[in-house]
């Protein structure tokens, strides 16, 4: 799966042992684009053991951070499964808001390998 980055979202591109996703993300109706992602994403965890993550956000929105929690809900619940998870929260280093909500989100992730990642 390869969504192309628009005025709203970001680029997120799926495989079989990867998610990337980089830009902004405030969509319009964020139900229509978090549905497809968390499903592919809970596919592709269900099909392997090990699986990496890298998320380099330079804004979201309140309606998207609730979609961002349950993004890493699932990550570390396949964590807890015994799955291989490694999430990289990238932020840039003048960018003191997105490296708070990376250390906001790496609160809930135990079993999952989460690392903030200056760039």
């Known amino acids: 799966m390869h969504l192309e980055a628009t005025n709203r979202t970001p680029e997120i591109s799926i495989s079989e042992t990867a998610l990337e996703m980089k830009g902004e993300c405030y969509p ?6 978090a549905e497809p992602i968390l499903e592919s994403l809970a596919e592709k965890l269900k099909a392997c053991d090990v699986y990496s993550v890298s998320l380099e956000l330079r804004y979201f929105n309140s309606s998207s951070a609730k979609f961002l929690f349950d993004f ?8 807890v499964a015994g799955k291989s998870v490694s999430i990289e929260w990238r932020y840039r280093s003048t960018d003191n808001s997105m490296k708070e909500a990376g250390e906001d989100f790496g609160e809930d992730m135990e079993e999952a390998d989460y690392q903030l990642v200056e760039i």
């Open 28 to 33: 319009e109706d964020i139900t229509a684009f």
């Open 72 to 79: 890493f809900e699932v990550l570390e619940d396949a964590a």
